[in-house]
C-alpha cells in the first residue's frame, strides 16, 4: 500500500503505542504467543482480549485461519491510496473520483477515509473528497508538509489534477470539530484566501468534540446542508 508519509502521521494522529513484546514464559507454544504479542500491538486490544482471539483463531477450522491470513496480506498488497483524492481504493482513481455524475466542481476535505464513509452514507454529498489522512498536530510533531494538504491545493491550481479535470468552485472543509481540526481549516482556509475557490465548513450542528464517525446520519446531513462560509 503506498502508504509513505500517510502512514506515519496516521499513526501519530490514531494509533495507540505498539504493545511491549511479552517474554514467553512456557505458558504458551511459540507460536500461539507469537500470534498473542502481535494481536496485543492493535489498538485497544489488551492483553487478555488478544489471548481470547489467539484461542478463537487456534480453535477455528483451518480454513478459516487461512481466509484471515489470506485477507491480511491482500489488504496490504491489493489496497492503495486513489492518486487524486487519496482514499483508499484498489484501483486509481477511485470509483467516487470516476464518477463523472457527481459534481466534481466541488471537493470535501476529510482527515481520514472513515470520516469520508461516514459522510457518503448519508447520501447528501454528491460532490468528491480529498482525504488528508491526518491533522495538523503541533504537539505530536504533525505539520503541514505531514499530511496531503499540498495534493489538495495541487488540484485546485491545477484542474487537470482534479477529478475529471475540472475546476475546483467550492472546498468543504469537514473537519472534527475540536482543536487540531479546527486548527488544520484555518491553515487550509487560510491558503485558499489567495485561490478563486468558495471555502465552507460544516454546520456546527456537529458537536464539539466529537469524531465524524460516531455521529448519526441525520446530524451529518443537517451539518452538510447548513455549511458556513469561512470567515476570513
Avoid at 508519509?5 to 512456557?26: E, K, Y
Avoid at 504479542?37 to 488478544?50: H, V
Avoid at 447528501?124 to 491526518?134: D, Q, S, T
Wanted: hydrophobic share 40%; aromatic share 2%; proline share 5%.
Amino acid at each position: 500500500m503506498q502508504d509513505g508519509r500517510a502512514s506515519t502521521h496516521t499513526n501519530r494522529n490514531d494509533a495507540s503505542a505498539s504493545a511491549p513484546r511479552a517474554r514467553n514464559t512456557g505458558a504458551h507454544p511459540e507460536p500461539l504467543q507469537r500470534l498473542v504479542d502481535e494481536l496485543q500491538r492493535l489498538p485497544g486490544i489488551g492483553r487478555r482480549t488478544a489471548e481470547r482471539l489467539a484461542f478463537h483463531v487456534l480453535k477455528a477450522p483451518a480454513q478459516r485461519a487461512h481466509a484471515l491470513a489470506r485477507a491480511l496480506e491482500d489488504v496490504k498488497q491489493a489496497v492503495k491510496h486513489c492518486e487524486i483524492c487519496w482514499h483508499l481504493t484498489q484501483t486509481s482513481p477511485c470509483q467516487i473520483c470516476a464518477d463523472s455524475r457527481r459534481d466534481q466542481h466541488t471537493i470535501m476535505v476529510v482527515e481520514q477515509p472513515r470520516d469520508l464513509l461516514a459522510l457518503e452514507d448519508t447520501g447528501a454529498h454528491h460532490g468528491v473528497y480529498h482525504v488528508l489522512m491526518g491533522r495538523i498536530s503541533p504537539l505530536d510533531g504533525v505539520g503541514p508538509k505531514d499530511i496531503t494538504v499540498d495534493a489538495l491545493f495541487r488540484r485546485i491550481d491545477h484542474p487537470d489534477a482534479n477529478s475529471g479535470a475540472v475546476a475546483v468552485r467550492e472546498v468543504i472543509l469537514a473537519l472534527n470539530p475540536n482543536l487540531e481540526g479546527d486548527g488544520t481549516a484555518l491553515y487550509i482556509a487560510d491558503q485558499l484566501q489567495r485561490r478563486k475557490v468558495r471555502v465552507t465548513r460544516l454546520a456546527r450542528g456537529v458537536p464539539a468534540g466529537a469524531l465524524l464517525e460516531f455521529i448519526n446520519k441525520a446530524v451529518l446531513t443537517d451539518a452538510i446542508a447548513g455549511r458556513q462560509t469561512m470567515e476570513e
